[in-house]
């Protein structure tokens, strides 16, 4: 199957710096990438569409000063977490879908974000 | 607006047994796929099956197999056989023919017991 690379797998940053994860299709070219977020035992929430070439459709209640996103071209895409907070320490996972129609996405291995 | 739902927050099952995991959606849509994603402690997302909608055969992959009830809008997940390494956390999910965006369930955790 495809393969969608996620770095960092981890990082530990500080309270009101800002930390960059990116999302890298391997094997396809992505017009449209996904960027969820997920806390601890919880579901996976959407929080961006990433589209190539134009701005990012944001998730109600997801600010799009704070979390900012980049798809620069077709295989990858940037999610910045701006002056990050405790709050913002979480589980950040993207995706990826080649080409169109009944393909499946695939999933980068997450990147697991700390605050302090 | 579409929903999905896994009412069964945690699941347990013995080593070789069968266990059944639930999910029932809701969409007004017609034509659309529906998943299961395994998210094992490395928190990979693995897509374990799916059913395309306009499909009345149920899909299955070797251990797994759905059980896909489209007027009842319920998608069960059967695995057969449970190994230690289906311990994971099941998401049910559900996209639309023509999107792309997945909508996801809660999630059931399966513990596996030897």
């Known amino acids: 199957g495809a393969v969608v690379s996620q770095h960092p797998s981890r990082v530990i940053c500080k309270s009101g710096t800002s930390v960059k994860i990116e999302c890298r299709s391997l094997?396809?070219?992505?017009?449209?990438m996904f960027w969820y977020r997920q806390f601890p035992k919880q579901s996976l929430m959407l929080m961006a569409t990433?589209?190539?070439?134009?701005?990012?459709?944001?998730e109600q209640g997801v600010e799009k000063d704070k979390f900012l996103i980049n798809h620069a071209s077709l295989t990858l895409s940037t999610l910045t977490v701006t002056s990050a907070h405790p709050e913002d320490s979480s589980f950040y996972i993207c995706?990826?879908?080649?080409?169109?129609?009944?393909?499946?996405?695939?999933f980068g291995q997450g990147t697991r974000l700390t605050v302090v | 607006a579409q929903t999905v739902t896994q009412s069964q927050p945690e699941m347990s099952v013995q080593e070789a047994e069968t266990v059944t995991l639930s999910c029932t959606y809701d969409t007004s849509e017609s034509d659309y796929y529906l998943f299961w994603y395994k998210q094992p402690p490395s928190r990979q997302m693995i897509l374990v099956i799916r059913?395309?909608?306009?499909?009345?055969q149920n899909a299955t992959e070797n251990r797994f197999s759905v059980n896909f009830q489209k007027a009842a809008k319920s998608f069960s997940l059967k695995i057969s056989d449970s190994q230690l390494g289906d311990a994971a956390m099941y998401f049910c999910?559900?996209?639309?023919?023509?999107?792309?965006?997945?909508?996801f369930g809660e999630g059931t955790q399966l513990t596996v017991n030897p």
């Open positions: 990433s589209n190539e070439g134009s701005k990012a459709t944001y």
């Open positions: 995706s990826a879908r080649p080409g169109g129609g009944n393909t499946e996405a695939f």
């Open positions: 999910a559900y996209r639309t023919h023509s999107g792309s965006r997945l909508t």
């Open positions: 059913q395309e909608a306009y499909k009345q």
């Open positions: 094997d396809f070219q992505a017009t449209t």
